[in-house]
């Protein structure tokens, strides 16, 4: 059933140019899927946005058809109260918006650009990193490539780079890398170094380093991403 549903092509939940603005979602699906699974084309309509990515979302809904006749009030009612921590999980620190997400792999950072750029349109962030020394921080840099602000307003300027390129571009300008315990951790300055690396060798899509500094403990490393953040409206922590 999985390969039926996508944000790129029918059948899938219809997307909007923002989770923000979005008043709803549709879900549609392909006469395969609906043979094996019960779901009727356009079965689902005004379906609300949610916490949880819609890809996901449509998987979830595709394999319970395949299960057990779905209905659209269920439908609606798990779409409104499902939550899974630590999956582009908003929170306040100080008044700041924090995303938290446990994306640790350059996969999992390119879907949670993808979520962060569809549902904060225009949102410049802080990253607040701490990966395991077995990780692939130059691909999880990828993910966001460096875009310079070249004057004017920052946030306009993201909205911008948002409709030129569609994944996470431009989203993080500033990096604040912490320390990782255990027998797999690294230190906040060797995790430091690898992204300098990673934006600075051929690979790089931006054409310059974003601020990226090393702090040893997380929570001054939280204390100075939301300062950083704070100091630039619209801005947010990831």
């Known amino acids: 059933a999985a390969g039926h549903w996508s944000f790129e092509a029918a059948p899938s939940f219809a997307s909007a140019a923002s989770l923000e603005s979005a008043a709803s ?38 394999a319970a058809g395949c299960l057990t006749p779905v209905s659209a009030a269920a ?50 962030f802080v990253g607040l990193l701490g990966m395991l020394a077995d990780k692939d921080a130059a691909g999880v840099a990828d993910a966001f490539p460096f875009v310079e602000p070249a004057g004017g307003d920052a946030n306009a300027r993201a909205e911008t780079e948002a409709e030129a390129d569609p994944d996470g571009a431009g989203l993080v300008t500033h990096w604040i890398c912490v320390s990782t315990g255990g027998l797999r951790g690294q230190g906040a ?25 090393a702090v040893e403990d997380l929570a001054e490393g939280l204390t100075r991403a939301s300062r950083a953040a704070t100091g630039c409206a619209g801005s947010g922590i990831l």
């Open 25 to 62: 979602l549709e879900l549609a699906a392909s006469p395969e899927l609906a043979a094996s699974s019960g779901i009727a084309a356009g079965a689902f309509e005004r379906l609300p946005w949610g916490a949880l990515a819609p890809y996901n979302c449509a998987l979830a809904i595709a």
């Open 75 to 124: 439908v609606h009612a798990a779409l409104a109260a499902a939550t899974l921590p630590g999956r582009c999980e908003p929170r306040q620190v100080d008044g700041c918006l924090l995303l938290l997400d446990v994306a640790h792999n350059p996969a999992g950072a390119a879907f949670l650009a993808r979520q962060v750029r569809a549902r904060y349109p225009g949102r410049r």
């Open 189 to 213: 300055d060797v995790l430091a170094g690898r992204l300098r690396a990673a934006y600075a060798g051929p690979a790089a899509k931006g054409s310059r380093t974003p601020t990226i500094e």
